[in-house]
């Protein structure tokens, strides 16, 4: 292994990731190489100086895995090689070597909650016998039910990607979980011998340089004890099942043995996807004492916009007063103890700017360049996922045969068979889609975006003739440039790391508000969330005399135009 690859102790502080930035890649969106229509490694690695321009400290690869790829990869058959339709080992070691060689880091995705069905560990545990039939989910069918047939499946659980979470095996006669696609097994975290393999998997990524891991769904990997039915829904054969089973008895214990067997000692960045988790769980998840992870991601607010206590294709309007007092809670949650991590959109989210912003012609790039800024002066790691840096929008297709996305292809099927009107279903889709965030990084102006030289495997937004980051990198007013001064404003002040945050205006329909004060200083930002005009409260603080250290327009104190938003370093705290 050469010296690029595996970074001494010493390039990862304590804390280190505590005032980094990280940038997601979704490699088969990212950039094809090779004219397959695929994003691949080797178009990431040309890719690199582009993010260090950018000053991005961290880069998370989504799954590169072997996989079948029935969920893009987040379906692995092999978790030490890596997809011939991403390239190979080496061009994966190329890849680490090429960022740790630029200053920046490498996350791998963990995705451990399920393994794909044609994993080795899968095929050998569907034989009744096998000595790995228990690292799996296996139950008999419902008592009283013929094995097979309707209603006979153990329980009333829907996966998340719509019909039953079991799926019957008929050599063996017996039910397999699985809480994703039917070719997603959940592993059985009980067994001993499971989380074994599982840090013995991790140790070797590490061994091989990276540094760190995103682990996908991991407060579902300790299941709730009895595995039993939730209350039915009427005119519904299912019932969702993550309130049933996440957050289990045991999920504290096997974040702290990974720590124990993996983490501890090696400096890495680790965030926990955690639907469904609360600001109660997360600070004890990220309570440095307890030695589990350094972050999660929360959902709550990326759940706003839905009908409570429906799923995230029933639709609401999201009022500003209640995202500040979502985004509060954590910040005020997560104060003393653990850390936060900061994001508005990811592969599986929407596109920020077409949610939270206004992806018009004339709102686009001051509502993105806003909507980093907020995100980015709050206290936690931000996240920008591929695209957002330079405003990229939903991609709000308007037939069912645009969408690939497995989720969005059984959701339309789903609900067609339940009644729904077909043009219901696809305006919720063109809104919530995640096929929305998936479509090819619009590099360009030229054929396909400049993303590759074959047929994409999803179609390319139009708007790349306008939206793209070549124009961007060369526009100094650009949301591009606009996030490589946020960037650098972490870095240069350790106000925006360690600031104690607190919230201005809570109930302003119009403006989000708040200051961050550490070491006698202040910083105060006041951004404009809407469409209008809006006037500057005279509760805010006066800002005569005060810096301006970021902003959309050049005003720094007065009326604030449609999505304009500043940062200010006020001289002293109190
Ligand atoms: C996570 C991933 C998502 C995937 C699911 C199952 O939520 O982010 O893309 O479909 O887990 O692995």
Redesign the pocket.
């Known amino acids: 292994m050469t010296a690029d690859l595996v970074q001494s102790e010493s390039s990862r502080p304590d804390n280190w990731w505590k005032s980094s930035v990280v940038y997601q890649i979704y490699p088969r969106s990212f950039a094809d190489s090779n004219g397959d229509g695929m994003g691949d490694i080797p178009g990431i690695t040309t890719k690199l100086d582009y993010l260090a321009e950018l000053g991005v400290d961290v880069i998370w690869l989504?799954p590169v895995y072997r996989s079948p790829q029935d969920?893009?990869g987040?379906?692995i058959s092999d978790y030490r090689d890596v997809d011939p339709t991403f390239g190979t080992l080496q061009d994966l070691d190329a890849l680490i070597a090429g960022a740790h060689q630029r200053g920046m880091k490498l996350v791998m995705d963990l995705?451990v909650?399920?393994t794909s069905d044609e994993h080795a560990w899968f095929i050998e545990s569907r034989r009744k016998e096998s000595p790995k039939r228990d690292w799996y989910w296996w139950r008999p069918a419902r008592p009283g039910h013929e094995p097979g047939t309707t209603g006979a499946e153990p329980t009333n659980w829907e996966s998340?990607?719509s019909g039953s979470a079991w799926e019957y095996d008929e050599p063996s006669g017996e039910y397999f979980l699985h809480l994703?696609s039917r070719k997603?097994p959940d592993l059985n975290w009980e067994n001993p011998e499971v989380r074994a393999a599982v840090y013995e998997m991790m140790n070797w990524w590490v061994d091989r340089g990276v540094d760190g891991f995103r682990m996908?769904?991991i407060n579902l990997i300790s299941k709730r004890p009895g595995l039993e039915d939730e209350p039915p829904i009427p005119g519904r054969p299912y019932a969702p099942a993550f309130g049933a089973v996440a957050n289990g008895p045991r999920l504290h214990e096997f974040l702290n043995e990974m720590h124990q067997e993996v983490l501890a000692g090696q400096n890495l960045i680790t965030v926990g996807?955690m639907?469904g988790a609360t600001v109660e769980l997360a600070r004890q998840v990220t309570d440095p004492a307890r030695q589990e992870l350094n972050m999660v991601f929360t959902f709550e607010h990326v759940s706003l916009d839905q009908v409570e206590g429906g799923a995230k294709w029933d639709l609401q309007d999201l009022p500003l007063p209640v995202l500040k007092a979502n985004l509060n809670g954590w910040q005020t949650g997560l104060a003393e103890v653990g850390w936060n991590s900061l994001y508005w959109n990811?592969?599986?989210q929407p596109r920020a700017v077409s949610r939270f912003g206004d992806d018009s012609a004339e709102h686009r790039v001051n509502s993105a360049k806003t909507l980093g800024t907020v995100l980015h002066m709050h206290k936690g790691t931000p996240y920008v996922y591929q695209g957002e840096e330079f405003g990229m929008t939903n991609s709000y297709f308007t037939e069912i045969g645009h969408y690939q996305d497995l989720?969005s292809v059984n959701h339309y099927k789903s609900a067609l068979s339940l009644g729904q009107l077909a043009e219901d279903v696809l305006l919720s889709l063109s809104v919530k889609s995640?096929d929305n965030a998936r479509t090819p990084v619009q590099w360009d102006d030229s054929h396909q975006a400049g993303f590759t030289q074959g047929i994409p495997w999803l179609t390319v937004n139009p708007n790349y003739v306008t939206v793209n980051a070549a124009s961007a990198v060369a526009d100094p007013d650009s949301v591009f440039h606009h996030y490589k001064k946020l960037i650098k404003l972490r870095r240069d002040l350790p106000v925006v790391v360690e600031g104690h945050y607190e919230l201005l205006l809570p109930e302003h329909e119009q403006i989000f508000a708040f200051t961050r004060t550490w070491d006698g200083q202040v910083l105060l930002v006041v951004a404009n969330m809407s469409s209008e005009p809006a006037d500057s409260p005279d509760a805010l603080p006066n800002v005569a005399g005060a810096e301006l250290l970021i902003s959309t327009h050049a005003a720094a104190s007065g009326p604030l135009q449609p999505w304009e938003s500043r940062v200010l370093l006020l001289s002293e705290a109190g």
């Open positions: 989504s969920d893009n987040y379906d995705v909650n399920h998340a990607f994703f997603q996908d769904v996807e639907p990811n592969h599986d989720e995640r």
